[in-house]
């Protein structure tokens, strides 16, 4: 039995000698063969083989060494390629983001200059509209000051009349200083409110409104908002045939763009009487009465005094 194993060993050991020879030999390892062509006697072979054991044992440790160091370079190697396909990924990840900021900060930077070019028109705007206040204000300025004018003549008329014993007539101005009606009883649709506008259609109106229009069939009767008297009427360009009726303690009311009057100036009116029809007299887009209230020259908002 132990023969047998000898055999075996003997056999083992000769095809590892075998194969380390053959290694020796294509790898030029002249020592080693050396070694084993000067053995004398068996036991120097024995020996040998066991040396050659030893060697090939040996040379498995470091081969196994070589493929773990192998292993490793491979792991190392995916592990690297891994991490260069993450770097790509983000690389690309972050050129998007880079193009989509750029994307945005081009966006941002278009309605930048939109805002500006909407901050600059507005701006012309609020200078044209302040200059439309300026003028209107100068107008009603104005307009009141020949309110007051005939007011005055018209109480110096009376006193010089009664002063003389003459029996003229001379009218009474009525008015308490309030207001009670809407000036176009037939039609309530305010289209235009008061304050600042733009009227697309007829760009030559008023930045800032100073009253309100009502819409209004052409002909429909306007009616005196309060008792008063009719201290103006009168037409021009703008405001087309108009009345200004006085209703005393600083409050006055405009009717303008009307057809005809049903009053004369310096006529008194009560609240509610007809005082003369809408039409399209002066600027405007069509039949309407554009309405305004002062108090004290100062133009105020209608709808503050009266509702439709």
Same mark, same amino acid.
């Given at each position: 039995m132990k023969l047998q194993n000898a055999y075996i060993m003997e056999k083992n050991q000769y095809e590892s000698m075998k194969k380390r020879m053959q290694y020796a030999y294509e790898n030029? =390892? %002249? =020592? !080693? %063969?050396?070694?084993?062509?000067? %053995?004398?006697n068996f036991d120097g072979f024995v020996n040998q083989s066991e040396y050659v054991e030893q060697v090939s044992i040996f040379d498995q440790e470091q081969l196994n060494k070589l493929m773990a160091i192998k292993q490793e370079i491979a792991t190392g190697e995916e592990e690297m390629q891994k991490k260069l396909k993450d770097i790509k990924e983000i690389k690309a990840e972050n050129k998007a983001e880079q +193009? +989509?900021?750029?994307?945005?900060? =081009?966006?941002?930077?278009?309605k930048l200059k939109e805002y500006e070019s909407q901050i600059s028109e507005t701006n012309g705007l609020i200078y044209d509209l302040d200059a439309d206040i300026e003028a209107k204000t100068i107008e009603i300025a104005a307009l009141q000051a020949e309110v007051e004018k005939k007011r005055q003549e018209v109480a110096e008329a009376r006193v010089k009349a009664a002063e003389s014993g003459d029996d003229t007539y001379i009218p009474e101005i009525k008015g308490d200083g309030t207001i009670c009606c809407w000036p176009c009883p037939s039609w309530h649709q305010v289209d235009s409110p008061?304050?600042?506008r733009y @009227?697309?259609?007829?760009?030559?109106? *008023?930045? !800032?409104?100073?009253?309100?229009?009502?819409?209004? =069939?052409?002909?429909?009767? %306007?009616?005196?908002?309060?008792?008063?008297y009719v201290s103006t009427t009168a037409y021009n360009d703008a405001r087309g045939y108009y009345i200004i009726v006085d209703h005393g303690n600083g409050l006055c009311t405009l009717y303008q763009h009307m057809s005809g009057y049903a009053v *004369?100036?310096?006529?008194? @009116? *009560?609240?509610?009487? @007809?005082i003369g029809y809408v039409g399209e007299s002066g600027v405007g887009t069509g039949p309407h009465l554009h309405f305004e209230v002062w108090v004290n020259r100062g133009p105020v908002n209608p709808e503050l005094y009266i509702q439709p």
């Open positions: 030029g =390892d %002249i =020592d !080693y %063969i050396q070694a084993l062509i000067e %053995i004398e +193009e +989509e900021l750029k994307g945005l900060q =081009d966006e941002k930077k278009e008061f304050g600042p @009227v697309e259609d007829c760009p030559e109106a *008023s930045r !800032y409104h100073n009253g309100i229009d009502i819409s209004g =069939d052409y002909g429909v009767e %306007i009616v005196a908002a309060g008792e008063g *004369s100036e310096g006529d008194n @009116v *009560s609240a509610g009487q @007809v």
